[in-house]
T-cell receptor, first 114, second 113 residues
Framework: DTGVSQDPRHKITKRGQNVTFRCDPI?????LYWYRQTLGQGPEFLTY????????KSRLLSDRFSAERPKGSFSTLEIQRTEQGDSAMYLC????????????FGNGTRLTVT | DAKTTQPPSMDCAEGRAANLPCNHS???????VYWYRQIHSQGPQYIIH???NNETNEMASLIITEDRKSSTLILPHATLRDTAVYYC??????????????FGPGTRLSVLP
């Protein structure tokens, strides 16, 4: 399968713990995006990378959230001191560098904070 | 970016064509229309996109009106596996590549046997 891969698929953690998610994009894609989706809502943009550079951040991305893409390939999203409001599906997407190229999404990591 | 309006839900009989409308009356000349769908517990799946002309691929057809103020996604022979939430997104590709890819609530399509 050459699609976007996310790991883990599910994560249950206790409030206050740190969690890290990984995303492996489609290998030829330069751009990588993180979105968050809560129940019954559409995905909401969090941040975007072009190669290893983080070029956009949403105001949804509080200082407890950090994303990296150190070698321009896979990316990690870390949430520190998790809160119950962080419970959501975290989606990763990738695309070609062309501006109108569609985003291709992975199947997400579902985070539950207890 | 232009906002889109979609009906919250639709039903379609299995084997019939599903026609999903999207209104984007404030679209500008260089904004593209994208369609995605999301099946329960999966990530959004890209279906098709277009600028002015009608587009067709193996999944669906996209019909954009001449004034570009609305579009219709057509699934020619709906199956039960097409039951999903369908999102219509209007996007200018020039900058802010993530910020301007905005998902609304979409249309929940139920294909009925």
């Amino acid at each position: 399968d050459t699609g976007v891969s996310q790991d883990p698929r599910h994560k249950i953690t206790k409030r206050g713990q740190n969690v890290t998610f990984r995303c492996d994009p489609i290998s030829e894609h330069n751009r990588l995006y993180w979105y968050r989706q809560t129940l019954g809502q559409g995905p909401e943009f969090l941040t975007y990378f072009q190669n290893e550079a983080q070029l956009e951040k949403s105001r949804l991305l509080s200082d407890r959230f950090s994303a990296e893409r150190p070698k321009g390939s896979f990316s990690t999203l870390e949430i520190q001191r998790t809160e119950q409001g962080d419970s959501a599906m975290y989606l990763c997407a990738s695309s070609w560098i062309s501006g109108f190229s569609p985003l291709h999404f992975g199947n997400g990591t579902r985070l539950t904070v207890t | 970016d232009a906002k889109t309006t979609q009906p919250p839900s639709m039903d379609c009989a299995e084997g019939r064509a599903a026609n999903l409308p999207c209104n984007h009356s404030t679209i500008s000349g260089n904004e593209y229309v994208y369609w995605y769908r999301q099946i329960h517990s999966q990530g959004p799946q890209y279906i098709i996109h277009g600028l002015k002309n009608n587009e067709t691929n193996e999944m669906a057809s996209l019909i954009i009106t001449e004034d570009r103020k609305s579009s219709t996604l057509i699934l020619p022979h709906a199956t039960l596996r097409d039951t999903a939430v369908y999102y219509c997104i209007v996007r200018f590709p020039g900058w802010a590549y993530g910020q301007n890819f905005v998902f609304g609530p979409g249309t929940r399509l139920s294909v009925l046997p």
